[in-house]
């Protein structure tokens, strides 16, 4: 079958590209690979949290934050799938001078609690964590609903004959297209040759421990961890319930990062090189601190993130081969307002 416009991959940047071009168009076909494909495709979207918050240093990445909570409440809203769940999101803030000026951040007070209080001096109250997986589902069903066709398969090789995008995928039938607009991530490829992107390896902790009621749930960064190996780390404190214990998660910025330099490197890495991250003792020692020792450790799962020059996504149009890649770690919580902004980049 032939389509006007074929959009390549299906994680939260896919998924939000497909939704926003299928507003204007029908002649339109998603394909993304199922985590973990043929032991090669690989996202780091299987995952049940993603921190959302409209607070942020970088006032860019803040703007998009802001509109794309809204974008949020009205697709929850549209297909009746929860997608957000509110929780405060507390800063320590090496500079909290300013923290003040924003409508979202309040002081932290005698009404916060005792482990927060000296942990943290600023509330986002305009914050809280997504469920990745839930809100790639949300996006494809109202996808769906305006009849758009998505394929749960990778797409191996893109060929180009005159000015027709011919794309194999790994199962089914091939489809021809007049515009390809890739959101593969770290299997960009032709972001990965240019040098626009750096893939860094990074592992998410979790811990379970007795829940607390009175302590509640929350999400935080961290901007002045004790080991000096992190830039900060963040975290979704007893974001998870079970009966009389609580399920916890915590990340980390490196201020040296693991550097995955080939997709072989990439796959490599989720196939259990993870294993040999470099600050995995800093990291539960943090956790130990934190937790004040009352926790178990989990599970220790791989994740990565693509990093660019500039610290916004790399939108790069070709003819009408359109590559989109490089979410800086900030992307999840801003899908949909930057697959607006990104199809308005290239004229579309």
């Not at 990074?202 to 992190?230: H, M, R």
């Amino acid at each position: 079958m032939h389509f006007n416009f074929a959009v390549i991959g299906n994680g939260l940047l896919g998924s939000a590209i497909l939704d926003e071009i299928s507003k204007d168009h029908s002649s339109v076909v998603g394909y993304g690979a199922n985590y973990g494909t043929a032991g090669r495709y690989f996202s780091s979207h299987e995952d049940d949290s993603r921190l959302v918050r409209t607070y942020h240093d970088d006032h860019y990445w803040e703007d998009l934050a802001i509109r794309n909570l809204q974008e949020i409440r009205a697709l929850e809203k549209e297909v009746e799938m929860k997608v957000f769940y509110d929780l405060p999101v507390y800063y320590n803030r090496k500079d909290n001078q300013d923290a003040l000026l924003y409508a979202s951040l309040q002081p932290i007070d005698e009404q916060h609690s005792a482990r927060v209080r000296p942990l943290f001096n600023a509330e986002d109250i305009e914050g809280g964590f997504l469920d990745p997986k839930r809100y790639i589902k949300a996006m494809n069903r109202r996808s769906i609903r305006r009849s758009i066709n998505i394929y749960p398969t990778a797409v191996t090789s893109v060929t180009q004959d005159r000015e027709v995008y011919q794309l194999i995928p790994l199962t089914g039938q091939s489809a021809s297209t007049d515009i390809v607009i890739d959101t593969r991530g770290a299997f960009s490829e032709e972001a990965f040759k240019q040098g626009k992107i750096t893939i860094v390896g990074k592992v998410l902790i979790y811990t379970t421990a007795p829940l607390d009621v009175e302590e509640g749930s929350f999400c935080f960064i961290d901007s002045s961890p004790k080991q000096n190996v992190f830039q900060n780390a963040y975290g979704f404190f007893q974001y998870q319930k079970l009966e009389n214990t609580a399920i916890s998660k915590f990340g980390f910025t490196e201020l040296h990062y693991e550097e995955l330099a080939s997709i072989d490197k990439l796959i490599w890495w989720f196939q259990g090189g993870y294993t040999e991250y470099s600050y995995l003792q800093e990291a539960l020692l943090y956790i130990e601190e934190f937790m004040g020792g009352s926790h178990k450790l989990l599970s220790v799962k791989p994740c990565a993130l693509s990093l660019t020059s500039n610290g916004k996504p790399f939108v790069e149009r070709k003819g009408n081969y359109i590559t989109i890649t490089g979410g800086n770690g900030n992307l999840a919580k801003c899908s949909q307002a930057f697959a607006q902004e990104a199809l308005h980049l290239v004229g579309l």
